[in-house]
């Protein structure tokens, strides 16, 4: 039996249990805040890191979630025309308040309230990928179908 989950960790087990993917969250005991490290700590590709960033629309406030190829700098320009409004960089307060989770940790699900999301269309070339769950140091592995399953999100080019 594996050990218990911390609550962040727990609470994207029990969102990805309720949308019916069979996904397991485990903690790691290295760093998993950046593509690279999660990469590292997990054996696979910067590319099959799929990071959760946070926007903040600029007019409206509200959160904007871009999904993408850890590989890939997102083109915040590209993201502002999908949205219709230019988009700023989200501090921690911002993130924390408006997901649950802190930075380096964001989960592409188990948020606090409803988050547009932008899925990049380059995660779509991998048979797995794995997402961040809820700490720094938790991630899951999952297809790129489950991803768009679970988030709801649109799929486009956000590079």
Not at 83 to 105: H, S
Not at 129 to 148: C, D, M, N, Y
Request: net charge neutral; with cysteine; glycine share 8%.
């Amino acid at each position: 039996m594996s050990k218990q989950l911390s609550p962040s960790a727990q609470r994207v087990q029990d969102v990805l249990s309720q949308h019916g993917v069979m996904c397991e969250v485990v903690e790691l005991p290295q760093s998993t805040r950046t593509a690279k490290e999660a990469a590292d700590a997990i054996g696979c590709g910067v590319a099959q890191i799929a990071k959760s960033l946070v926007f903040k629309a600029k007019h409206t406030k509200r959160p904007i979630l871009v999904i993408a190829s850890g590989a890939n700098r997102v083109n915040e320009n590209k993201v502002a025309q999908l949205i219709g409004e230019p988009i700023e960089k989200a501090d921690a307060d911002f993130v924390r308040k408006r997901t649950g989770f802190a930075i380096g940790g964001v989960a592409p699900v188990g948020h606090l309230e409803e988050i547009e999301t932008l899925i990049d269309e380059n995660l779509l070339g991998y048979e797995e990928i794995w997402a961040a769950a809820g700490t720094p140091h938790a991630v899951f592995r999952l297809t790129p179908e489950q991803l768009k399953k679970i988030t709801g999100g649109r799929i486009t080019s956000v590079t």
